[in-house]
């Protein structure tokens, strides 16, 4: 059992580490979140609940201890929301609406880093699907006594086997599956990042051919609960930044990055505050066919 000090919202706080609403090593239910991953003491099974303000959660598996002694980091006890100072009229209203949003910390890269690599310059739904299929294919049923067709990932030596046909059948195209296949061959090197400051967790990453700053960001948010790890890349975000914050639907990289200067330290928090608002820019073509979305 654990009491924050503070709010916390357990869903929008694990909420990122969701991939899909069928993630298979992640599930719901009335009051509590699972989760099923790969500790480096082995395969956990997590289940947390929250009510009145008290977290209780239980553990099985080899990973089981390990995931318990890291339950408040994953809920935000490393993240000091406090720190954090709305600059505009728009990031205000939502910070002052969602007092329980914390950055989780995983402390675990490769089970965040492999599924935002298979996102890469695909829709979600594409990524997701592949996700799915590829974990239910080549992980293993989560321990303990958990929702029906809960699974841990794939240890790194199993990614490296996957052959190219179910590649393909999972509709990884060979840039996004040779990136996975080189991520999990460097496996305990970028392990290492998660206990990095963000400059050096980034460089370990992006050391690997493949891994840019879309998905360093995308990836080190979640392992590291880095406030300041800013998405740059993205098809659609500085788009939404821009007309949230000053009208301007065709903002660039470089214009989001200006109009996020004032969060230095937590632009990550401003941005996913922003996207909580739900000001995005009203749609004028339309949607992207499959596989048009660039990001690296």
């Given amino acids: 059992m654990w009491r924050p000090v503070g709010p916390v919202d357990l869903g929008l706080t694990v909420g990122?580490?969701?991939?899909?609403?069928?993630?298979?090593?992640?599930?719901?239910?009335?009051?509590?979140?699972?989760?099923?991953?790969?500790?480096?003491?082995?395969?956990?099974?997590?289940?947390?609940?929250?009510?009145?303000?008290?977290?209780?959660?239980e553990a099985?598996?080899?990973?089981?201890?390990?995931?318990?002694?890291?339950?408040?980091?994953?809920?935000?006890?490393?993240?000091?929301?406090?720190?954090?100072?709305?600059?505009?009229?728009?990031?205000h209203a939502s910070h002052r609406r969602r007092p329980g949003l914390r950055l989780t910390r995983t402390g675990l890269v490769l089970e965040t880093?492999?599924?935002?690599?298979?996102?890469?310059?695909?829709?979600?739904?594409?990524?997701?699907?592949?996700?799915?299929?590829?974990?239910?294919?080549?992980?293993?049923?989560?321990?303990?006594?958990c929702p029906p067709e809960l699974y841990v990932m794939p240890d790194p030596r199993t990614w490296t086997l996957v052959p190219s046909w179910d590649w393909h059948k999972?509709?990884?195209?060979?840039?996004?599956?040779?990136?996975?296949?080189?991520?999990?061959?460097?496996?305990?090197?970028?392990?290492?990042?998660?206990?990095?400051?963000?400059?050096?967790?980034?460089?370990?990453?992006?050391?690997?051919?493949?891994?840019?700053?879309?998905?360093?960001?995308?990836?080190?948010?979640?392992?590291?609960g880095a406030p300041d790890a800013v998405t740059t890349g993205d098809l659609h975000l500085p788009g939404i930044v821009g007309y949230a914050l000053a009208g301007d639907r065709?903002?660039?990289?470089?214009?989001?990055?200006?109009?996020?200067?004032p969060y230095a330290g937590q632009r990550h928090r401003a941005a996913r505050l922003v996207l909580l608002s739900g000001a995005v820019p009203p749609r004028r073509t339309p949607r992207m066919p499959r596989g048009d979305i660039g990001r690296l």
């Fill in 170 to 224: 999972a509709g990884v195209d060979a840039k996004r599956s040779a990136t996975v296949i080189r991520a999990a061959r460097a496996a305990a090197r970028l392990e290492e990042a998660a206990a990095m400051e963000l400059p050096a967790a980034t460089a370990r990453l992006e050391a690997v051919p493949g891994i840019g700053p879309w998905t360093s960001a995308e990836t080190l948010q979640r392992s590291n």
């Fill in 16 to 57: 990122p580490l969701r991939r899909g609403p069928a993630d298979p090593t992640f599930r719901t239910a009335p009051g509590a979140v699972w989760r099923a991953s790969r500790t480096p003491a082995g395969p956990a099974t997590l289940r947390v609940a929250q009510q009145a303000g008290e977290v209780t959660a």
């Fill in 60 to 91: 099985w598996g080899p990973g089981a201890e390990w995931m318990l002694d890291r339950l408040p980091e994953l809920l935000g006890s490393a993240d000091d929301p406090a720190a954090f100072v709305p600059r505009h009229r728009l990031v």
């Fill in 250 to 261: 065709n903002a660039d990289d470089a214009a989001m990055l200006e109009l996020l200067a």
């Fill in 113 to 145: 880093l492999i599924p935002t690599i298979l996102e890469q310059k695909v829709t979600t739904d594409e990524a997701y699907r592949a996700w799915r299929r590829l974990v239910r294919q080549y992980g293993e049923p989560a321990p303990g006594p």
